[in-house]
C-alpha cells in the first residue's frame, strides 16, 4: 500500500501542463491551498453532491482532469454548477478540499474570459445595483403595500449622491474580461 508520504514525494516531481497564456502560479496555490495530489479517485465527492444529482457536475473527473493537466476544465462550464456547499469537502477522505480546487478553477476561468453568463450578470448588478439579486418592480410594490419604504436603505438607494457608495463599489469591483480567450486548440 501506498503510503501518504510517498505520494506526497512523488507529486514533487510533477508539474501541470503550462502554456505561453498560462500562469503556473495559479496552480501554485490550487497546490497551496487544497491537497490535489492525494486524490485517490474514490468518487465520494460525486456521489456527494447536491448540485451533481441533477446536473452534469463530476466533482471526480474535475479533480482527475486538472492532476492530468487537462486544460479544458477551465472552459468547462460545469465548473460553474457547483453551489459551493461543502459535502466533499466534509467527506473527502484524502483531505483535497475539492470546493476549493473548484473556486481556484473558476477564479482563473474568469480571468480567462471564461465566466459563465448567469456569474457575470451577477457582477454587473453588484456594480450596476449593489446587489447580487435586484430589486424589481414587483418587490418595490409589495414593499410599498406592507408600508415600507419602496428602497431599502442600501448603497442602490443613494446612488445619485454625491460620493455614493454604489459609485465607489463600481468602481472598486473587479473589471470582468470581455471576451472568451481561448486555449490554444493543440495544448487541449
Ligand atoms: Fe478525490 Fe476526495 Fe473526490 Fe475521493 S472525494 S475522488 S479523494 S477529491
Redesign the pocket.
Known amino acids: 500500500m501506498v503510503r501518504i508520504s510517498e505520494t506526497e514525494n512523488k507529486s514533487k516531481n510533477r508539474q501541470y501542463k503550462t502554456d505561453s497564456d498560462f500562469d503556473p502560479q495559479y496552480f501554485k496555490d490550487i497546490e497551496r491551498k487544497t491537497n490535489i495530489w492525494?486524490?485517490?479517485?474514490?468518487?465520494?465527492?460525486?456521489a456527494s453532491c447536491e448540485s451533481g444529482r441533477w446536473t452534469a457536475l463530476k466533482?471526480?473527473s474535475i479533480?482527475r482532469r486538472l492532476v492530468l493537466g487537462d486544460l479544458s476544465v477551465l472552459e468547462d462550464p460545469d465548473i460553474w454548477l457547483c453551489t459551493t456547499c461543502y459535502q466533499?469537502y466534509e467527506?473527502?477522505?484524502?483531505d483535497?478540499r475539492?470546493t476549493d480546487v473548484i473556486i481556484e478553477l473558476r477564479n482563473y476561468a474568469t480571468k480567462l474570459g471564461n465566466i459563465s453568463p448567469n456569474h457575470r450578470a451577477v457582477v454587473g448588478y453588484l456594480k450596476n445595483t449593489g446587489h447580487a439579486v435586484p430589486i424589481n418592480d414587483a418587490i418595490k410594490k409589495q414593499r410599498v403595500e406592507l408600508g415600507l419604504e419602496e428602497l431599502p436603505p442600501t448603497a442602490y438607494k443613494y446612488k445619485d449622491e454625491k460620493d455614493d457608495d454604489l459609485k465607489n463599489i463600481a468602481k472598486n469591483l473587479f473589471d470582468l474580461v470581455p471576451e472568451k480567450k481561448k486555449i490554444k486548440e493543440e495544448d487541449k
Do not use: A, D, L, N
Open positions: 492525494s486524490c485517490i479517485q474514490c468518487g465520494t465527492c460525486t466533482t471526480r479533480i466533499c467527506r473527502c477522505p484524502r483535497v475539492p
